[in-house]
């Protein structure tokens, strides 16, 4: 049999299939009228080559127990085979070349044109595989920039800011010969105490869809494709365990968690979607025909490609008990709409070909999933006839992965995300009348750790700790460093105080006696990121409360003892409790793992030399229990006066943060008083500068349905924008809200737009909404599909003529 290389791509005998003239649906029929059932299977399936390798240090030796990265991650370990077996009918994907163990872009590059061949060579017809990377906090590489976590990039409340993230990405990543990005988290936020909140990007459905369809655009924009995960329901597991059941009715399911995957494919147009680990109701997401076909295609129209989560497909047997072995699950993940497995075949393998072979499995179910990878390698142009491997990473030797223009815009990010709880006594460090301080004490475990400024899927945290002895590979300056510099003329004394997690005590002294001996103390609190138990946020790094970790708590009691001012800063992937602390702290600042310039955008917020513009995509809540206290309740989840001993009222509610200047919003228009509930009308305020800086800030739409026939949130974002002012300067910001944005599930589980009255309150956060107007809603009710509107358009108007809003 000739080798797959030595075949005709061009001219006569060469394969329809190759002809890129012909229609993207015409060459894949040829092609798959072409393939037998073991190479259409073989296309299902991954290989992950580079799992497994571990450093002890420099001289490369390896390491037993080094920390997982992925769940089983020792399954596919011991289960390995070589990539030539593995792709002997041809192969899906190759996992992760460049983010597995650290690798130049030059040799990812050349591991990645071997691995290619290797996949040309041991398949007869030669179809190259797609390469898959993570990107949730840049390219998940070594020496790549590590931008900010997903929750930071929430805090900007900026689609535009993101879109040029996934962009930045997107090009770094096509540069190597990446075709997808395992990107954006698009879970919300139910429980402060799941590991993995800082991958999202906060606990309301609006601002996800929107930021998250802004990444997706960037991401796509570049040539990669965009995975959307973990659909759905994974966040809002029972006690915010990691993996843990799924608590949700058909109607939160609806209304919460599916809106950002429904707009980040119909807006932002993203090409895969990965399944959630979890369970709802019973049925792991990972054999719901319902919500992986008949929702996803069926209704939504998605045409790309589901890739299982890693070792979803084994988890239906191994860890549901929903199949008897891997080989079943396999079945059912594939009937159920599962198309690739990754990182490795396990379910997918030669079984469904026997299984096809007995009439066991309909050859057409694999070739459905088949059809859909295939329409993306011909749409990535892998069979072109102009395709090569080496082509593929032309741009390896050139690309600077943490370029001068990558860190411009990481710092323009964590800058834009950092959000100023309270001002307080002290904060700004700088300003008119006062001097620096002279002596300053930087305190807590999180002063001097670059690596707490980063999530869990930063390469550092991710891989790194595989591989000891590497550093960071990346400039990454501690909030200590930042500083320094920022301050380069008060002395500066730091003290780590204690770790942090564990219950070591023994630096309270020390770092008590240097905020005695300060005129200032800044201590920087919260947390570490790692994987699977090993850090204190991450994923399967849940809390059980959400008490800062470890004794961080006692260490702020014992510097506020001190009589000298504290300024705390609190760098973490979840929010904590700091009712406790806000009282007596001179300043509170909150960064969420704002990356490699995060440093420098805390000490410059410190300073005042940045203008805190970030807004909270999650609340703080002020006391470490009674969860869940996200924002978005029906009227008996928030204050129930006196009904419940507990008050879940935040200390700091969704979409706040303050300012060195002031804001007022006022003067809301609206267009008409009413509508059908097929109209929309338009809702308008004026937001104006007070005070003697310019700033950012975001004007924030909320709805409220006065009277529903199911129950509603008291509030829910429905549009927002970021604008910038001078001192003085005013804007009218006009949004168009069509009745659609305030459809629901209703009783009978579907989606409606009803007659009645509905509030729309404007401010500046869920708590501060000065200016209410009242639209009431006439004729029947309406049910709306995926064709219903999505997105509530907002404008910066020029001028303040049209007095009506419209």
């Known amino acids: 049999m000739p080798t797959a290389e030595s075949l005709p791509v061009t001219g006569r005998g060469a394969p329809r299939w190759r002809d890129p003239a012909l229609p993207v649906a015409d060459r894949v029929e040829a092609l798959l009228a072409e393939m037998t059932v073991a190479e259409k299977v073989a296309q299902l399936g991954s290989r992950w080559s580079g799992n497994g390798t571990v450093h002890t240090g420099d001289d490369g030796a390896g390491r037993a127990g080094a920390p997982r990265v992925a769940p089983i991650q020792e399954v596919f370990e011991s289960g390995s085979i070589p990539l030539a077996d593995a792709c002997r009918d041809g192969l899906g994907h190759l996992t992760r070349v460049y983010g597995s163990r650290p690798v130049t872009p030059v040799e990812g590059a050349a591991e990645l044109v071997r691995s290619q061949h290797t996949v040309l060579r041991g398949s007869r017809l030669g179809i190259p595989a797609l390469v898959h990377e993570e990107c949730l906090t840049g390219f998940t590489t070594y020496g790549a920039t590590v931008y900010p976590a997903a929750l930071a990039w929430a805090a900007t409340f900026d689609p535009e800011l993101v879109r040029r993230l996934g962009a930045a990405i997107g090009r770094d990543m096509r ?60 966040s809002a597991s029972r006690a915010a365990r990691n993996h843990g059941p799924a608590p949700l009715g058909r109607r939160e399911l609806a209304d919460v968690m599916l809106p950002p995957f429904e707009t980040a494919i119909a807006v932002g147009g993203a090409r895969s979607v990965m399944n959630a680990y979890s369970e709802v109701d019973g049925v792991p997401a990972g054999i719901d025909s319902w919500l992986l076909t008949d929702l996803l295609r069926g209704d939504w129209g998605f045409t790309g490609t589901v890739v299982s989560d890693y070792g979803a497909v084994a988890f239906l047997a191994g860890m549901h008990g929903v199949a008897a072995d891997t080989e079943e699950a396999g079945v059912l993940a594939l009937s159920a709409g599962i198309d690739v497995e990754l990182p490795d075949t396990l379910g997918f393998g030669p079984h469904l070909v026997e299984r096809v072979g007995r009439g066991e499995l309909s050859e057409s179910l694999v070739d459905r999933a088949v059809r859909r990878l ?61 001097t620096a301080p002279g002596r300053l004490a930087v305190v807590g475990p999180c002063a001097a750790d670059s690596r707490t400024l980063m999530g869990c899927y930063a390469f550092p945290n991710h891989v790194l700790p595989r591989h000891p002895g590497l550093g960071l590979g990346v400039a990454a300056p501690t909030v200590l460093d930042a500083l320094r510099r920022e301050l380069p003329e008060t002395g500066i004394r730091h003290e780590p105080g204690c770790e942090v997690s564990g219950d070591d005590r023994s630096g309270f002294a020390a770092a008590a006696a240097a905020a005695r001996e300060a005129d200032l103390c800044v201590a920087v609190v919260g947390d570490r990121a790692g994987m699977f138990g090993n850090g204190t946020s991450g994923e399967g790094c849940d809390a059980e409360d959400l008490r800062l970790p470890g004794v961080q708590a006692d260490l702020l009691a014992e510097l506020f003892a001190t009589g000298t001012p504290v300024v705390v800063v609190v760098v973490s992937g979840r929010p904590y409790a700091l009712g406790e602390v806000h009282p007596r702290a001179a300043g509170l600042v909150q960064a969420f793992m704002p990356g490699q310039e995060g440093a420098a955008a805390v000490a410059g917020v410190l300073s005042g030399r940045v203008q805190p513009a970030g807004k909270l995509p999650v609340q703080i809540p002020r006391r470490p229990g009674g969860q869940p206290g996200t924002y978005l309740q029906p009227p008996l989840g928030g204050n129930t006066h006196g009904i419940s001993s507990i008050d879940p009222t935040p200390l700091f509610p969704f979409g706040y943060g303050r300012s060195y200047t002031t804001f007022e919003v006022d003067e809301p228009r609206v267009s008409a008083a009413e509508i059908p509930t097929d109209g929309e009308f338009a809702v308008s305020v004026r937001v104006r ?20 026939q199911v129950t509603r949130p008291v509030r829910q974002l429905a549009g927002f924008f970021p604008v910038r002012l001078e001192p003085g300067e005013s804007a009218r910001i006009r949004f168009q809200v069509h009745a659609d944005r305030t459809a629901f599930t209703g009783r009978d589980l579907r989606r409606i737009v009803e007659p009645g009255e509905v509030e729309a309150l404007v401010g500046t956060s869920s708590a501060d909404l000065p200016c209410r107007v009242t639209v009431r809603l006439t004729g029947p009710t309406r049910v709306v599909g995926h064709d219903r509107r999505l997105t509530t358009p907002v404008e910066r108007q020029q001028g303040e003529a049209d007095a009506d809003g419209r």
């Open 175 to 234: 540069a190597v010969g990446v075709h997808q990005g395992l990107a954006p988290v698009l879970d919300v936020v139910r429980d402060y105490r799941w590991g993995r909140v800082e991958e999202t990007m906060g606990e309301d459905p609006y601002l996800i869809s929107m930021l998250g369809a802004a990444y997706v655009a960037g991401l796509e924009g570049a040539g990669v494709i965009a995975t959307l995960k973990h659909f759905a329901g994974y």
């Open 374 to 434: 295939l329409t993306q390698k011909v749409r990535l142009g892998l069979l072109d006839p102009g395709w090569t491997p080496e082509g593929s990473v032309a741009g390896a030797a050139e690309v600077d992965l943490d370029s001068p223009e990558n860190r411009e815009l990481a710092a323009e990010l964590a800058e834009r995300s950092v959000v100023l709880l309270d001002a307080g006594s002290a904060l700004p460090l700088l300003r008119a009348g006062r």
């Open 689 to 708: 500068n007070t005070g003697a800086r310019a700033g950012h800030e975001v004007v924030q739409l909320y709805l409220r349905d006065v009277v529903a």
